[in-house]
């Protein structure tokens, strides 16, 4: 047996895990849960990296296919089965990889929680649920998963449902989540009518037998392909939080920190950017929609950035910033570089998660203290959180050679190199993310740890760095922070110091981007011109570590407030995140509501019911007036008699 | 007659299946005296000797191909012009709800346990009769059979929501009544003239279903039976605007008639629509299929939004279940295979999912005696296993995949996208965002959030009995989820046939005078029309 024949294991693991905690243990069998909690996602991390080896090693780049059993039959043939290719692999490693630090982490972060067993049970049924999504092998398995991932992101973030917020924001993302789903929904409908399969071995190679089919018109104006991969992309930009669905990511910080880490920034949020990449071929052969996947991913990392600049609750600024790199995944994915979309989000995995690690870090220390109004001073006290916070900052700024700088310069040099006035536009929107997301950051990093403590005394006198078991995870995330991105160095620069091309990740991911003929023809840049863009890219990140170095190292809260008088507009604009909340509320949470209200007070009650109440009050009023004419008087019966009789006469006579 | 049929009662039958609760109500008359505890324990035990009788039934004659098995055909009443036979069998169609219903009879007894608390014998006897009703009218092959325990079925029903309901029991027992009486009395007109017609034409009425499938109609009459059949299916399942005695029976009744209403009684009516309405008036049914199919869409919409305002948690469920019959109506007209796969396999999880719904309400109740939403909030604490099953049961209505309710509406979407009905199933999916909005508005409202009320404090958490009650509910939620091959192979090939006679009889102009086409067997039709039923099918007209 070869270990890819495990490969089932991978996911069944963790869903025995929440299985075992969360209906079979008990609160009391702490060590217990934490062995299940914490060794089910271990065993699939182990598992996977022998899936990885074995793949690797023998079968590259064919798919790997397992079935495990058919799910329907008949016209309707859809299997439960499993697919490890160069893309699902690098999925596959990061998910299990992060994920399964994230649970040694949580084993820190919760452990004075009471609901600690809950908490396993829903970490591991994530874990089971991302891992089908990677994994399943036909659009029907990945959307269980999908949901799935929705599920537990529902559940996660309404842990703490004994207040009124989280379940809140645990519905809202449900909701908001569905409304992509919806569109996904159609898109397969859409595939399996015309295609009959949703595997996606078949389904790539059925368009590409006949891409004249796939881009016939189809409808509402667009063809085929583009019409489910619009379907497709909407369903992304609900899970990925793209414009205008992002709004449910940042009340998801409502949940524990670990889940912010694991779900809403390193994995389920990244599904979005793995579906379109994985369904490539169809954005090939839509190029309109492409466009439109690179605008809308541009415009959501320059959105996302600026609000994050405003933002006090540290999780806050790292939600947005996620919001905003998922961005850039899209844009590249718009412009086609796909390999560079996979690439940001894997390098984007080990930072983000890192940074999230570490807020959490931070607000156990804070005992629960989010504002970042309120830290300050804080890398004397917890030296190993600043110091790996520090390293994924520099990371996710850009600054080589850490691993977001390279991941970003592709997607940057993708944008540039993509022909079309609107793509330098893009490319100008996409530098001045940078540079906003390096000041954003630090930003971040020196009103937390930098200047003077702005806490309550308690809390001073609370504050430690914290356990071992949670510090690890951090120093080992904070590596791949450092290291990851040298699995991607490009072409330019090895060439340049008259190297072989050893990127690594472009040889191994090749195979998964289709060849469609006539689309996404490799970029042909000079040395130069690459060397050029990274230097602006670079420059670019140090003048926003610059600008927020001497605003707020040592202003602090100062320069925030100078910032707010200068410009009010500006401020209130940021701070209420361009009011895109009220304004949904106001135009569909609301209107909806009144139809509902409407339709129940007016058409059921009203019209229905009071149509029928009428019905039923008419009848009974005959009855009741046809009563008075039985009286039992026979000689008022004589009456009634004569005159029929001469009322009959009548009509026969006229 | 007396002695055939006796023996048919005795026999391995399914005669057997239907009449058993009847046969086992009759001891209840001499238990008037007895201890509600005794009558209690005697309703469980016969439901499970039931439910046992049709997996055994179902284990020793179920035709593995899925076509009908019928009981031997016994004369009724037999005049010179007049032929009216008892005939009852069941097949893939009829086989899930069959079992369905056998499923929550059982289930339905535990859930009563305390919220009935008076005249056990009489419940247990209305209980009884009812379920005899609801297996006549599900295996009857005889259009005046079927109407027959058409008719068993309401009275019983009537007296569990007049006798047993709540406040407003009587108006709602009477609107229940009225409506479904009004709606029946025209399909017995629609049924008498169908016999009539056969009789003109071979001088000898007949009721049978395979006879009258012979009947090749006029389109305006196809029109006219077509309707008054589908008026009295659209009332029973209910379909916008005849649903508005859905919420007020619902509210009404008892929690054991709750579930047995939206369980079973409801899948009456789409069972009617697939059996009967669309077969047997094919050029009708496509030609009011767009109406209709308007109709059940709206009522997808409409059920959702009403249920989202509901104050009552009960009403909501009620409304919801106007939702999702609007599915299972979609993919009937639709008149594509995976759409009526979906929808007989929709049939069963409504059945589950809404049934586990109302009997946690239910279980509210009984603590608290009421079910406004404004008397919970944060009872999660208080009763975990309680919030456990009210978020898998809702979860399974909400349609999450890998639980049943997904199962259904993928495959009813699926195949009337396929059918080509691209913007009633957009609007249709869309209902599906609107199933998360008002079955989380529950979950919001009952269980997560701080506890609203002292007296909720002391609830007491779910109980063995309640337990039982909604752990088989709960397996077939998650197997039919997981592994619905299963489920749905059984009925495929009657589906096949039966889909495959409608369209062959559709491809065919109806005829200028009533006339008489080919023998349609139920049990072989369609094996000689087969056509190629996953060839897209946009348009049926010719």
Redesign the interface.
């Known amino acids: 047996m070869r270990p890819l024949d495990l490969l089932w294991l991978i996911p069944a693991l963790p869903f025995a895990g929440a299985a075992v905690n969360g209906l079979l243990l008990r609160n009391r069998h702490k060590p217990l849960v934490t062995a299940i909690g914490v060794g089910a996602p271990g065993l699939s991390l182990v598992l996977a990296l022998a899936a990885l080896w074995d793949y690797v090693a023998n079968l590259r780049p064919q798919p790997f296919e397992q079935f495990l059993y058919a799910w329907t039959t008949g016209s309707l043939a859809i299997d439960v089965a499993f697919r490890v290719d160069p893309l699902s692999a690098v999925m596959l490693f990061v998910v299990t990889f992060v994920g399964f630090w994230i649970h040694v982490y949580s084993v820190g972060y919760m452990g004075h929680d009471p609901g600690y067993r809950r908490f396993f049970a829903y970490m591991n049924l994530f874990m089971g649920a991302m891992l089908l999504l990677v994994l399943g092998n036909n659009l029907l398995v990945m959307f269980v998963g999908w949901e799935g991932v929705g599920l537990c992101s529902y559940l996660l973030i309404g842990y703490y449902f004994e207040e009124a917020f989280p379940p809140f924001a645990g519905k809202k993302a449900f909701v908001v989540n569905r409304i992509g789903d919806f569109a996904f929904l159609l898109g397969i409908f859409t595939l399996f009518s015309e295609y009959g399969t949703l595997h996606f071995g078949q389904l790539t190679e059925r368009i590409l037998a006949d891409p004249g089919a796939a881009q016939r018109p189809f409808l509402l104006g667009l063809s085929l392909a583009g019409f489910t991969a619009l379907c497709f992309f909407i369903g992304a930009t609900g899970k990925s939080a793209q414009i205008p669905l992002f709004v449910w990511l940042p009340d998801a910080m409502a949940g524990p920190t670990p889940v912010s880490a694991l779900i809403h920034a390193a994995t389920m949020v990244t599904a979005g950017v793995y579906m379109v990449v994985r369904t490539n071929v169809l954005y090939q052969m839509a190029p309109e929609i492409s466009t439109l996947v690179a605008v809308i991913g541009a415009a959501t990392a320059i959105v996302a950035a600026t609000i994050g600049l405003a933002q006090n609750d540290i999780k806050k600024v790292l939600a947005y910033s996620t919001v905003s790199q998922l961005g850039y995944m899209f844009l590249a994915a718009g412009v086609g570089a796909y390999v560079a979309a996979i690439f940001h989000l894997a390098t984007h995995a080990f930072f983000k998660a890192c940074l999230f690690l570490g807020s959490g870090s931070v607000i156990h220390a804070m005992g629960g203290e989010q504002d970042m109004r309120k830290m300050g001073g804080l890398k004397k006290q917890l030296p190993a959180t600043y110091r790996t916070f520090w390293i994924s900052t520099l990371a996710i700024a850009g600054i080589p050679p850490l691993a977001g700088f390279f991941s970003k310069d592709e997607i940057l040099a993708g944008t540039f190199a993509h022909p079309g006035a609107l793509y330098r536009v893009l490319w100008v929107v996409g530098l001045l993310t940078a540079g906003l997301t390096a000041c954003y950051m630090f930003r971040a990093v020196y009103l937390t740890f930098e200047g003077k403590f702005r806490g309550s005394h308690e809390q001073a006198h609370h504050l430690h760095e914290s356990p071992r078991v949670m510090t690890v995870p951090l120093v080992v995330l904070a590596t791949g922070a450092v290291v990851a991105g040298w699995i991607g160095i490009p072409k330019g620069v090895w060439e340049t110091f008259g190297a072989h091309d050893r990127n690594l990740l472009h040889h191994f991911l090749a195979p998964v981007v289709a060849e469609v003929h006539g689309a996404g023809a490799e970029h042909g840049m000079s040395h130069l011109v690459e060397w050029l863009l990274m230097a602006a890219s670079v420059a670019i990140a140090l003048a926003g570590i610059g600008i927020a170095r001497s605003q707020w190292k040592r202003r602090g809260l100062e320069a925030d407030a100078a910032f707010a008088a200068r410009t009010p507009v500006v401020q209130r604009l940021l701070e209420n995140k361009y009011w895109v909340d009220e304004i949904y509320d106001r135009l569909v949470v609301r209107p909806l509501a009144a139809l509902a209200r409407g339709c129940w007070k007016i058409v059921d009650t009203l019209i229905i019911d009071g149509g029928l109440h009428v019905g039923a009050f008419v009848t009974e009023l005959t009855g009741d007036l046809g009563r008075f004419t039985t009286t039992g008087n026979v000689r008022q019966y004589a009456l009634y008699f004569l005159g029929g009789v001469v009322l009959l006469f009548w009509w026969m006579v006229l | 007659m007396g002695g055939s049929f006796l023996s048919l009662l005795l026999g391995d039958t399914v005669t057997r299946l239907v009449f058993f609760p009847t046969l086992a109500a009759v001891p209840l008359l001499f238990m008037g005296k007895a201890k509600p505890i005794a009558v209690k324990l005697y309703a469980l035990a016969v439901s499970l000797v039931e439910i046992g009788l049709m997996l055994a039934w179902t284990a020793a004659h179920w035709d593995a191909a899925g076509l009908v098995v019928k009981d031997p055909v016994l004369p009724w009443l037999e005049m010179p012009s007049l032929s009216i036979v008892y005939e009852v069998g069941i097949d893939g169609i009829s086989l899930p709800l069959v079992l369905l219903t056998g499923l929550l009879l059982p289930v339905v007894v535990l859930g009563s346990w305390k919220g009935v608390d008076r005249h056990w014998t009489g419940f247990t006897t209305a209980l009884l009769l009812l379920t005899t009703g609801i297996l006549g009218a599900l295996v009857a092959l005889d259009l005046l059979v079927f109407y027959v325990f058409w008719e068993v079925m309401l009275i019983p029903m009537y007296l569990i929501i007049g006798i047993w309901g709540g406040e407003r029991r009587i108006y709602a027992a009477v609107k229940f009544f009225l409506f479904t009486m009004a709606g029946s009395l025209l399909m017995l007109i629609g049924i008498l003239w169908l016999g009539w017609t056969y009789g003109r034409l071979t001088g000898l009425w007949s009721f049978r279903y395979q006879d009258l499938l012979r009947l090749d109609l006029p389109v305006e009459q196809q029109l006219w039976l077509f309707g008054a059949f589908a008026l009295a299916f659209a009332i029973k399942v209910p379909m916008f ?1 005849f649903h ?1 005695w859905l919420p007020d029976a619902h509210v009404e009744a008892p929690t054991g008639g709750s579930v047995i209403l939206a369980g079973i009684l409801l899948k009456l009516g789409t069972y009617g629509f697939l059996r009967f309405a669309l077969p047997l008036f094919p050029h009708a049914a496509d030609r009011l299929a767009p109406w209709l199919l308007g109709l059940a869409v709206i009522g997808i919409v ?1 059920g959702a ?2 249920a ?3 104050p009552d948690m009960k009403k909501l469920v009620a409304y919801s279940s106007i939702a999702h019959l609007g599915f299972v109506m979609l993919g009937i007209l639709a008149c594509d ?2 759409a009526w ?1 979906g929808a007989l396999i929709q049939m069963v999880n409504h059945g589950l999912s809404t049934g586990a719904l109302f009997l946690l309400v239910g279980m509210l109740y009984d603590r608290r005696h009421t079910k406004k939403f404004e008397d919970f909030g ?1 009872i ?2 208080v009763v975990p296993w309680f919030a456990f099953f009210l978020v898998f049961s809702t ?1 399974a209505s909400v349609g ?3 639980l049943n309710g ?1 199962v259904g509406e ?2 009813i ?3 009337a ?2 059918a080509g009905l ?1 913007l009633l ?2 609007i249709s ?2 209902g ?2 609107l199933a ?2 008002y079955l ?2 529950l ?2 409202k009952t ?5 609203t009320r002292e007296e909720n404090r002391g609830l007491r958490d779910l109980d063995v009995r309640e337990v039982l009650a909604l752990l088989p509910l709960c397996v077939f939620m998650l197997w039919i989820g997981v ?3 299963t489920f ?2 059984p009925s ?1 090939p009657a589906l096949e046939a039966v889909l495959a006679d409608y369209r062959a009889r559709l491809a065919q102009p109806a005829p200028a005078a009533p006339g008489l086409g080919a023998s349609r067997n139920p049990a072989e039709a369609g094996r000689s029309f087969l056509v190629d ?2 060839a ?1 099918d946009r348009g049926v007209q010719p």
């Not at chain 2, 269980?447 to 506890?451: A, D, E, N, V």
């Open positions: 605007p508005t409409y939004l009403v989202w305002v509901q295979l995976i796969q944060g999660a604490k979860l999450l995949p890998a997904f993928f495959l979407l699926v195949g996208w396929r691209h199933v957009a999916t869309f599906v965002v998360a909005i989380l508005h979950l919001q269980i997560w959030g701080p506890l592994a619905p091959k749905l192979e495929r039923l996953d897209p």
